[in-house]
């Protein structure tokens, strides 16, 4: 009679039990420190509120990998996050869900920031940054880093097209304002008169912010995050905002994800101003793209990060991203065979 | 030599291949399978119907450029290898046994760590301000650093550096087999040391060398990490092509097509080479000979 009762008292918890556990939320970025900063600034906070538990992934190349999950018809991700014209890519390609914007408020954001399946938390800049112990007047702009007689040394630049080729017509004296449709053959062209000063052609943000904290390159094209990781190892970095570009980082859910109503949801508290609040703490080089976020009052060591972020943004060029999620496709091999020959 | 299947006693053909049969289908499943599979989707477009457009592909000038590149490097490095590893079997070969046992275990020693630790290390280096270059600069043998890394040149030696062994191990193994009475032999009819190299020797070890030059030629062909690492971007070998075409286009079609192209061409080339040599049987001493 006891042990008939025992049975049923543990048959009833084993199914109640599983009801009231968690749920896991996978979310992939791509890697090393700048992963590390938006899952404390943002994530992590966002799935405590959210009541779910924490599970992170890397990739190597985002559409690829993405591919690969959606595939499979069950993505191992429920959240990842990708540049903005990555984020427009995989909306063509069909990879992701379409947002539910009843539990995503995009209240706050600007026009630019969201899209039927994704939207943007905050903004990543692609600026101009050297060694301070190899240049120390430093270059000014593009011009600049484009000039291989005046500044001698090494380069580097992006194995990916997009910022790039807005760069490198920057540099040639396009008006930012006339940028967009990109010339793409004159970028090209520009790129490879200084070809053989390039020497490392990166392909992730880790290996970006080595190249110049070991001294292999006096001159690079970084994103801001990355630059910020060189200067804050100690190595003797120099930076502008001038003609630096601005662009969005997005989150968005893939397709057939497990987990999408709470993925939307974590998204939805990612959006929130409390939690926007955190990324002039954690990324100063970068800024939360609800606005709504900067009424809430920092504190005054907040305040002056985030107005390094407010300066960059002043002199910033937007990326269009959707020149790129049309163009991305046809241009990459153009770029590709230009670095080759 | 085992007896045939044909005069045993029934049931043991069926007992062997019972005993085969997991290793039989981890082949079939885990090589077989993926490569038909591979071989299926390379043939079917975007929008899953029947076409060869992704083999009109490969014929465009970027997609040439990269074969080239993979057969110059792998080239290179099979020339390479060739030169190193030839005097070091040599005389590896000829050594007693015990210092020859020790002087194998350095030549196997670069197999136990991974590639990846390997590549990153030369990495590390070879960079402008590496090991090598401050080396050189101190020594007074150079005054800027060499760009010695995040190109070819780099690629060319962590791959050489890789592939070695699979050059000196054949060789080594072929070497070992030819008595060193033949040299005496040949002096005695009247032959100086260089033109019994040339006659009787290195006609000898052909096989073993051509062997693995095949292995270190097609090996190199498939190299992805190496050059992905070495190269600064600058270098695609063919093997990346299918990482491009992976992220590049909506569908798997062109990145299978690229991946079949390396294997129909590899094993092209395995079976000309096979042809060529042939003639040349693997040199094993007769009885009655020394």
């Known amino acids: 009679m006891r042990l008939s009762r025992l049975t049923s008292v543990v048959a009833w918890l084993a199914f109640a039990l599983p009801a009231t556990a968690s749920e896991t939320i996978t979310y992939a970025g791509a890697g090393g420190t700048f992963q590390a900063k938006i899952v404390e600034a943002m994530i992590a906070p966002a799935i405590r509120i959210q009541h779910g538990e924490l599970n992170q992934a890397t990739y190597g190349e985002p559409i690829a990998s993405l591919k690969l999950e959606v595939q499979s018809g069950r993505p191992a991700w429920d959240i990842v996050q990708m540049g903005g014209e990555q984020c427009a890519s995989a909306s063509r390609l069909g990879l992701l869900e379409p947002l539910d914007f009843k539990l995503v408020h995009i209240a706050g954001l600007p026009k630019g920031a969201y899209d039927r399946d994704w939207v943007s938390p905050n903004y990543y800049s692609v600026l101009l940054a050297w060694r301070s112990d190899i240049f120390p007047q430093g270059p000014k702009n593009w011009s600049d880093f484009w000039d291989v007689k005046r500044f001698k040394g090494a380069r580097a630049l992006a194995a990916f097209p997009q910022g790039m080729l807005e760069l490198a017509l920057l540099a040639d004296g396009v008006e930012p304002s006339k940028l967009y449709p990109l010339d793409v053959e004159r970028a090209l062209r520009k790129i490879s008169a200084i070809k053989d000063d390039v020497a490392v052609w990166w392909t992730t943000g880790a290996q970006s912010a080595q190249v110049l904290k070991d001294g292999e390159v006096d001159m690079i094209a970084i994103w801001g995050s990355r630059m910020s990781a060189a200067l804050e190892s100690g190595a003797p970095v120099g930076f502008t905002f001038k003609d630096s570009l601005i662009n969005y980082n997005c989150f968005a859910v893939p397709k057939g994800s497990a987990h999408k109503e709470l993925a939307m949801r974590v998204i939805a508290t990612a959006l929130t101003p409390e939690i926007q609040a955190n990324i002039p703490k954690l990324l100063p080089y970068y800024g939360p793209t609800n606005k709504d976020a900067y009424k809430l009052g920092f504190s005054a060591e907040v305040l002056e990060k985030a107005k390094l972020f407010r300066d960059m943004q002043a002199q910033a060029i937007p990326l269009n991203v959707q020149f790129w999620a049309e163009h991305l496709e046809e241009i990459v091999p153009r770029y590709k065979a230009m670095i080759g020959e | ?290």
Request: net charge positive; with cysteine; aromatic share 12%.
């Open chain 2, 1 to 290: 030599m085992p007896m045939a299947y044909a005069s045993r006693p029934s049931g043991v053909l069926a007992r062997d291949i019972l005993l085969s049969a997991p290793a039989i289908t981890a082949i079939l499943a885990g090589l077989f399978a993926p490569l038909a599979l591979m071989f299926v989707l390379s043939f079917l477009d975007n929008a899953g119907r029947l076409s060869i457009e992704n083999y009109q592909l490969l014929l465009e000038p970027f997609y040439l450029t990269g074969l080239m590149t993979t057969f110059k490097v792998a080239f290179a490095v099979a020339f390479i290898c060739a030169l190193l590893a030839y005097p070091l079997s040599f005389f590896l070969a000829r050594l007693p046994p015990r210092p020859a046992a020790a002087a194998f275990l350095l030549v196997l020693l670069p197999f136990w760590t991974s590639v990846l630790v390997r590549t990153y290390a030369w990495l590390i280096l070879l960079q402008r301000h590496g090991l090598v270059n401050a080396m050189l600069q101190k020594l007074g043998l150079i005054e800027a650093p060499l760009r010695l890394v995040n190109n070819m040149t780099g690629t060319i030696i962590g791959m050489v550096h890789v592939l070695l062994p699979y050059l000196i191990l054949p060789l080594y193994a072929n070497m070992r087999a030819i008595p060193a009475t033949y040299w005496h032999a040949a002096s005695t009819c009247g032959a100086t040391p260089a033109r019994a190299f040339v006659a009787i020797y290195f006609p000898l070890t052909l096989p073993g060398f051509v062997v693995g030059l095949t292995l270190v030629f097609t090996l190199s062909l498939g190299f992805f990490i190496t050059p992905a690492i070495l190269g600064g971007g600058k270098l695609m070998m063919w093997a990346n092509y299918v990482q491009f075409a992976l992220t590049a286009y909506p569908h798997w079609g062109a990145a299978c097509a690229v991946g079949v192209a390396l294997l129909l061409l590899t094993l092209s080339l395995v079976a000309v080479l096979r042809l060529s040599v042939r003639h040349l049987r693997p040199w094993r001493a007769r009885p009655g000979e020394f």
